[in-house]
């Protein structure tokens, strides 16, 4: 570790770390010279180019567990979605701010000290390239040739060489040690078996567990109609009640219907951002009338197509925002939910399901305070 603490210069203070507690989760000893790089600098933001992120938190910010779930699923799905393997045994530790992804090889060695890095470019994947590439290298060495010299990327830019700075991570300023989180409990059967049956709102109150004081903010009914000069569809009104405000699988995000900040404000910023891309680029913007009820994390939108004065005959359609406008759903609200959480539905705006996930895990419901 020396030659990379000559490059970068002094250490911030470090996060303690219990290394018992954290190999013991992961079931794995880890490399000496990453515990020592994180004993010594903590998580670092190196060359303002490189995570090194180290076991620990920060509300509402960053969680290490957390973090690398995140990570190795987000390669994984993109590595085959490009129609690359995935290679067996690597467990993460980095991501570069151009989104490429650093992992050691477990499998390479019963010796930690003997992983190499493997690097995951998500740009080399998007260009319909093999993004994976071993550097044969610790984590320090290669971490040190990154501010050197640089790095070889599978696209054939480089990584590096970067600045030889080593600062605290921005957003972990203040961060706290981590815990690693107790085992999750057993999922109950009737969960599992409504991944397969069952239909309507009962099958996914049976998926998804709703909360106990749904968020629907202090207005009625009748003023929100009032509002927005029209009732709205009964499977909405009735997935609100069961729900409220919140996010589904951590991808589609529902305002509070009756809040006065919640549903009228986001149909208000929606239409308005639609009008005036429809007024630059018509041809890319053919939606007519429609109510926006719900946008993702990607900033993607579905909504009701509001032709007909009958609510109940709305079609329900999605905005994407990475893809071109597709039809109608095929469904209702409450079907496309249920279905797309088995896994059944996929199109533009929805988040898809990797082969390896567990459904039930995804099939939560995270209410907004």
Not at 57 to 84: I, K, N, P, Q
Not at 251 to 272: I, K, N, Q, S, Y
Not at 292 to 300: K, L, Q, T
């Amino acid at each position: 570790m020396d030659s990379f603490s000559a490059l970068v210069g002094p250490a911030p203070a470090p996060v303690p770390v219990d290394w018992a507690a954290v190999e013991a989760w992961l079931g794995l000893r880890l490399p000496g010279d990453y515990k020592e790089l994180a004993g010594t600098f903590g998580p670092l933001d190196v060359g303002d180019f490189l995570w090194l992120h180290v076991p620990c938190s920060r509300v509402g910010r960053f969680d290490y567990g957390v973090w690398l779930g995140e990570a190795h699923r987000v390669c994984r799905v993109s590595s085959r979605d490009a129609g690359f393997a995935v290679p067996d045994g690597l467990l993460a530790w980095g991501v570069t701010r151009a989104s490429s992804y650093l992992f050691w090889d477990t499998t390479a060695s019963a010796d930690p000290d003997r992983w190499p890095v493997v690097v995951f470019e998500m740009d080399a994947a998007e260009r319909g390239v093999d993004p994976w590439y071993d550097y044969g290298l610790p984590v320090t060495a290669a971490l040190t040739l990154a501010v050197a010299e640089g790095l070889p990327l599978p696209s054939g830019r480089d990584l590096g060489p970067l600045p030889a700075t080593a600062r605290r991570t921005a957003f972990l300023v203040g961060a706290s040690p981590w815990t690693p989180p107790p085992p999750e409990p057993e999922v109950p059967e009737a969960r599992r078996a409504a991944l397969v049956r069952g239909s309507g709102l009962a099958a996914l109150c049976a998926l998804v567990v709703p909360p106990e004081r749904p968020n629907l903010g202090g207005g009625t009914w009748d003023w929100l109609a009032a509002e927005l000069g029209t009732a709205l569809p009964a499977e909405f009104v009735a997935l609100m009640r069961r729900y409220g405000a919140g996010s589904w699988a951590g991808h589609w995000l529902f305002p509070a219907p009756l809040a006065e900040d919640g549903l009228l404000a986001h149909v208000a910023g929606v239409r308005r951002t639609y009008r005036e891309l429809r007024d630059a680029h018509p041809e890319f913007y053919p939606l007519g009338a429609f109510l926006p009820i719900a946008h993702s994390i990607d900033g993607d939108v579905l909504a009701y197509l509001t032709g007909g004065d009958d609510p109940e005959s709305w079609p329900l359609v999605a905005w994407p925002r990475h893809a071109e406008q597709g039809p109608p759903l095929p469904h209702g609200l409450v079907t496309t939910l249920l279905e797309w959480l088995r896994g059944r539905f996929r199109t533009a705006g929805f988040a898809r399901f990797d082969q390896e996930d567990d459904l039930v895990e995804h099939a939560v419901f995270r209410p907004s305070p």
